[in-house]
């Protein structure tokens, strides 16, 4: 697969109005986990501060995947202290950039003619890895939300919607030696995604999934290497992992390429 490198804690006592012996002062109990140190011994008051616990610094690690069902889109992220433009990105390619330092990034999509196709600003967790998936196919025809559904057609007359495009924002997280887990999503437009394991001589196929446009199933504890298949309007397609005992979990967006289902494989890097 094609891969572009791309309140402060304030914690206070108030003394009673009754006097109070200083030789028998006793320290209000502090409250766990908060670092607490007396400023002050009076009588009338007595005044604790806290020191402030720092917020971590914004660790935004972003992968962007291409899964829309055009041949190519232009893409742009600002942020407060980034602009990074892909005027040519294809379909079937994701990003792996190095971590943002702030979680709020404004989204630009850019048909092939130019013309703005969506302007998002999304909000990340301050430190977090996500997958950003982009599916639909610019499409006017039905709500750009989701990706067409089955027989639904723009009606005559009926005024076109935005083009078609949706953002899809999924946690990543590495996988352990108890498994993996994988996502499988459908991002074509106006078609049905069986998924299904491969029929043996002693075993029948078993269904493990019916997803409409824009649905997807996320399986756990899986093995590092599985086979299934896919079944799209009576054909089939093999998908297999193969991950040579490594333990990734892995996103797995179906979308349409010159009009025939395509799909790609996204591992999950270590954070």
């Known amino acids: 697969m094609a891969l572009i490198t791309l309140p402060s ?3 206070f006592a108030q003394a009673t109005l009754a006097p109070i012996d200083p030789a028998s002062f006793e320290m209000p ?10 400023m002050a011994r009076s009588v009338k008051e007595h005044r604790l501060h806290g020191s402030p616990t720092p917020a971590p610094s914004p660790q935004v690690r972003i992968s962007i995947i291409n899964a829309t069902s055009v041949p190519s889109i232009g893409l742009t992220m600002t942020s407060t202290n980034l602009s990074v433009t892909y005027p040519d990105f294809p379909q079937g390619i994701w990003t792996a950039d190095a971590p943002l330092k702030t979680p709020l990034i404004h989204f630009l999509v850019h048909g092939r003619d ?14 977090s890895s996500v997958f950003l998936l982009l599916t639909g196919d610019l499409s006017t025809s039905g709500p750009p939300d989701q990706p067409p559904q089955l027989g639904l057609p723009l009606a005559p007359g009926a005024k076109p ?4 495009l949706q953002f899809h924002i999924y946690p990543s997280v590495t996988g352990t030696n108890e498994g993996c887990c994988y996502r499988v999503f459908n991002g074509m437009p106006s078609k049905l995604l069986i998924l299904k394991t491969p029929a043996e001589p002693d075993k029948p196929s078993r269904q493990l999934a019916l997803l409409a446009p824009g649905n997807s199933a996320l399986f756990i504890h899986q093995p590092s290497n599985l086979e299934w298949e896919a079944e799209i309007e009576g054909q089939t397609y093999a998908v297999a992992i193969e991950q040579e005992g490594e333990h990734r979990n892995c996103l797995i967006p179906f979308f349409l390429k010159d009009g025939e289902p395509e799909f790609i494989r996204v591992f999950e890097d270590s954070p």
């Not at 919607?161 to 078609?164: E, K, M, R, V």
Request: glycine fraction near 6%; hydrophobic fraction near 45%.
């Open 9 to 11: 804690l304030f914690i």
């Open 29 to 38: 109990p502090m409250t766990s986990g908060a670092d607490v140190r007396p």
């Open 114 to 127: 130019g013309s703005i196709v969506a302007d998002r600003p999304l909000v990340f967790q301050p430190v």
């Open 161 to 164: 919607w935005p083009p078609n």
